[in-house]
């Protein structure tokens, strides 16, 4: 194969960049994802998540027709675990900060850039983080990053499972990174992340419910929360951090390096009444981070039904 870019230049680009890890694979989603993928739908577990429907998920050439190479990138954003507090709401760690899908335009702007200044060639890549509908996991997977956990996140070899993805389709050549047998069952016979959910969200090993998970409903969801699942909430405002505390992939790696998942530079730990009573004043002060997306209506909706 004609390498356009070089593993090491891209390694030390992305790291340059602020991304903890990178690796490479084909832009195709593998069989056995498609597969599960198709099941999933089949059993309704997207819910009301409409766009979870869209099918070219799986074709990453409908995405960005030249799509050769997939070129992923592994954030940390591990942050301290903190307690719940009565009369609180405890933010999901992935959220007190600034929201991430702004944090990776920005890198994956400036890493196609660069892409396009080092290979003297235009229209070559398309970057993506959770903004055009592609199986990130699978391809994470693929690319030798890590591999799926029963919680059905990815866990990497060294930052455990506290992480975000995104990655660029690229038209050019660039070595894989791919690693045999990636889809191997790897957590043994741990079940942690199942016993641990309070909603039974994990129904069976590597599948998830999203109509039972407390993210749906605290993220995604634009509905009122059902009741049975509005009190197996043990205290989280938005998002839910539960089956990603006990798995024990995530003793050891160290907090995030990245500072903008930092607490202070977003909405912090904990949201209180008082807190939301400020911020019917001062609205602009959730623009740029996760909560956006819930809003004000959600999250005191969800506060005052903890
Ligand atoms: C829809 C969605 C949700 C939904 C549904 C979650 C889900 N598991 O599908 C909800 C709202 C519940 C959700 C919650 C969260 N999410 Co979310 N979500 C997504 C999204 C948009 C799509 C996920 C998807 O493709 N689902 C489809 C189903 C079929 O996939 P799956 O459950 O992963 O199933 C796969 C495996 O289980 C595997 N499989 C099936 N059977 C078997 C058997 C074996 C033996 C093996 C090995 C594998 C295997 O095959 C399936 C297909 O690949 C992705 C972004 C993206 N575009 O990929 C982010 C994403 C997965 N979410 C992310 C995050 C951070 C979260 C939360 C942690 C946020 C929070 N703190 O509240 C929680 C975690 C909940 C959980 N345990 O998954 C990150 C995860 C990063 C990582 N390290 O894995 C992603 C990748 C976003 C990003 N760009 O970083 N999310
Ligand atoms: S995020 Fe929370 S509710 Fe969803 S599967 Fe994990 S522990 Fe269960
Ligand atoms: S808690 Fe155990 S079963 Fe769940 S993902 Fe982590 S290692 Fe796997």
Redesign the pocket.
């Known amino acids: 194969m004609n390498v356009d870019v070089p593993l090491d230049a891209i390694r030390h680009k992305s790291k340059e960049l602020g991304f903890d890890d990178v690796g490479v694979c084909e832009a195709k989603i593998p069989e056995?994802?498609i597969e599960?993928?198709l099941s999933?739908?089949r059993n309704n577990?997207?819910g009301d998540?409409s766009?979870?429907e869209n099918q070219i998920?799986c074709d990453p050439v409908q995405i960005f027709p030249n799509a050769k190479s997939a070129i992923i990138f592994?954030t940390s954003y591990k942050q301290e675990k903190k307690p719940f507090v009565n009369g609180s709401g405890l933010i999901?760690?992935?959220?007190r900060g600034r929201d991430?899908h702004h944090v990776?335009r920005s890198r994956l702007k400036k890493m196609i850039l660069w892409l396009e200044e080092y290979t003297g060639k235009s229209e070559i890549a398309r970057g993506?983080?959770?903004s055009v509908?592609?199986?990130?996991?699978?391809l994470?997977?693929k690319a030798g990053l890590g591999?799926?956990g029963k919680?059905?996140?990815?866990?990497?070899r060294k930052l455990g499972?506290?992480?975000?993805?995104?990655g660029i389709f690229t038209s050019l050549n660039i070595p894989y990174t791919t690693v045999l047998n990636p889809?191997?069952?790897?957590c043994g016979t741990c079940n942690k992340?199942i016993d641990a959910c309070p909603t039974q969200?994990?129904i069976s090993?590597?599948?998830?419910d999203?109509k039972k998970?407390?993210?749906?409903h605290?993220?995604?969801s634009k509905k009122e929360i059902p009741e049975d699942i509005r009190k197996k909430n043990p205290g989280y405002i938005?998002?839910?951090?539960i089956?990603?505390d006990v798995c024990p992939h995530n003793v050891r790696p160290p907090l995030a390096e990245s500072q903008d998942f930092r607490p202070e530079k977003g909405m912090g730990v904990y949201l209180n009444i008082d807190d939301l009573a400020q911020l019917e004043q001062t609205p602009e002060k959730l623009f740029g981070t996760p909560l956006k997306r819930r809003g004000l209506p959600g999250l005191k909706n969800t506060l005052f039904s903890t």
Not at 92 to 95: D, E, W
Not at 133 to 138: S, T
Not at 205 to 208: A, E, F, M
């Open positions: 056995e994802d599960a993928y999933w739908l577990y997207q998540l766009y979870m998920r592994v999901a760690s992935y959220a991430y990776h993506f983080s959770d509908p592609v199986l990130e996991k699978a994470a997977v591999w799926f919680n059905t996140l990815l866990i990497h499972t506290f992480t975000l993805l995104s889809r191997l069952p790897r992340c969200a994990i090993p590597y599948t998830l999203a998970c407390l993210s749906y605290l993220i995604e938005f998002g839910c951090d089956c990603q």
